[in-house]
C-alpha cells in the first residue's frame, strides 16, 4: 500500500514519547497510555482556531519499530492562542457524544450510514501475505500531551481521512450550494427530532460521509464549548435547511417556518445540485424520545450503543485502539 505521506521524509523527524488520553463515551471514563510519534515541526494548515501538523504514530501492537509498515499517519491539531488545556479535553468528548449520535443515526436504516469521527484502518501483518486488511471502522479524537517538551504541549489527533475534503453545513446555519449531499443534511435534522428537540449535531464536514470535528448545539445553551450557539443555532440551521428524500424516509417533521421562508429555502434548493441517493424502502421511522428518555438523553443513547470496533478487531488490536 502507497504511504500519500512518503514524500514528507518523516525518517528525518525525531521520535517523540507521548501520552494518549481517550475517552470511552459509553463507560465516561479517560483511559492514557503512552504513544511513539513523529511530527513536522510546522504546521501544513490551519482553520480559524487550530493549525495542523502531519504526525505519524508507531503501532503499539507491533514489536517492529518499521515506521514504513507499522505507523499510521494522523494529523495533529494545536491552537493557535493559548486557551484553557480544559478545552483540549472538552473538544474530545464533543466528538465522542457526536459519534453516539451517528450510531443512532445508523440504527435507523439510512441509505448511507455515517461514521464519526474518525476512520482508520485496520490491518495485520503476515508473513506470507505482508499487510492484510481487516477491515474499516471508526476510531476516536484523542489529545497528546508532550511531557518531555517546555510546558507539556498538548494536541488533538486524529486518523489521517484521505479524499476530497468538503464541508457540508456549519453551525450558524451554512449549507454547501453546489452539491447538496442529502446524508448530512438528514442527520443534523435526525438527531433534533431523536433528541425530542433537545440538541442538534452540525457543522458536518469531511470526505463523503465519514465526518469529522461535529459541533452541538442544546436546547440550554451550555456544554461543548462557544460553538453551541442553543437554540438560535438550531434555527440556523432550519432557515437553510430544506428536507430531502432521507428526511421524509425517516419520518422526520418539516421545522415551522413562515410561507415566505419556506418558499425561499425550496427555492435555493431547487436551484441547487441534488445528489442520487436511492432509499431502500426499510429505513426505521425516527420516534420523538419518551419525557424520562429525553432527560436522560446521553444515558439513553449509551444503553442502545454497543462498540462498532469490536465487531471487525481482535483484543490484541484494541490494545492499541480506543477501548468502547
Given at each position: 500500500m502507497n504511504d500519500p505521506w512518503e514524500k514528507f521524509h518523516f525518517e528525518d523527524f525525531p521520535t517523540e514519547k507521548a501520552i494518549r488520553h481517550r475517552y470511552n463515551a459509553l463507560k465516561k471514563e479517560w483511559v492514557r497510555d503512552e504513544v511513539t510519534v513523529r511530527m513536522e515541526s510546522t504546521p501544513f494548515g490551519h482553520g480559524a482556531m487550530?493549525?495542523?501538523?502531519?504526525?505519524?504514530k508507531l503501532s503499539n501492537f507491533s514489536r517492529s519499530c518499521d515506521w514504513r509498515s507499522n505507523s499510521n499517519n494522523a494529523v495533529a491539531k494545536r491552537y493557535m492562542s493559548p486557551v484553557d488545556p480544559k478545552m483540549y479535553f472538552e473538544e474530545v468528548k464533543l466528538q465522542m457524544d457526536a459519534k453516539l449520535w451517528g450510531e443512532e443515526f445508523n440504527r435507523?436504516?439510512?441509505?448511507?450510514?455515517?461514521?464519526?469521527?474518525?476512520?482508520?484502518?485496520?490491518?495485520?501483518?503476515?508473513?506470507n501475505l505482508g499487510r492484510v486488511k481487516l477491515g474499516v471502522d471508526c476510531c476516536q479524537m484523542a489529545v497528546l500531551e508532550f511531557p518531555d517538551k517546555p510546558g507539556r504541549p498538548l494536541y488533538h489527533v486524529e486518523n489521517f481521512i484521505e479524499g476530497n475534503y468538503v464541508k457540508y453545513n456549519s453551525n450558524s446555519g451554512f449549507v454547501k450550494d453546489d452539491i447538496q449531499r442529502q446524508t448530512p443534511h438528514a442527520f443534523s435534522h435526525f438527531t433534533f427530532e431523536r433528541s425530542g428537540h433537545e440538541l442538534?449535531?452540525?457543522?458536518?464536514?469531511g470526505v463523503g460521509d465519514l465526518y469529522t470535528d461535529p459541533q452541538i448545539h442544546t436546547a440550554c445553551g451550555t456544554e461543548?464549548?462557544?460553538g453551541n450557539l442553543g437554540t438560535k443555532g438550531m434555527a440556523l440551521f432550519f432557515h437553510s435547511h430544506h428536507c430531502n428524500n432521507i428526511c421524509r424516509s425517516l419520518g422526520l417533521s418539516q421545522f415551522d417556518l413562515s410561507p415566505s421562508e419556506a418558499e425561499e429555502i425550496k427555492n435555493h434548493s431547487c436551484s441547487s445540485t441534488q445528489s442520487n441517493t436511492v432509499l431502500r424502502g426499510n429505513e426505521e421511522i425516527c420516534v420523538i424520545p419518551s419525557e424520562y428518555e429525553r432527560t436522560h438523553l446521553t444515558e439513553f443513547l449509551r444503553l442502545r450503543s454497543s462498540s462498532s470496533i469490536s465487531?471487525?478487531?481482535s483484543d490484541t488490536i484494541m490494545e492499541d485502539e480506543p477501548e468502547e
Open positions: 487550530r493549525e495542523c501538523f502531519r504526525m505519524k435507523h436504516n439510512p441509505p448511507k450510514k455515517v461514521k464519526l469521527v474518525f476512520i482508520f484502518e485496520v490491518h495485520l501483518f503476515h508473513k442538534m449535531v452540525v457543522d458536518i464536514q461543548y464549548g462557544d465487531s471487525v478487531v
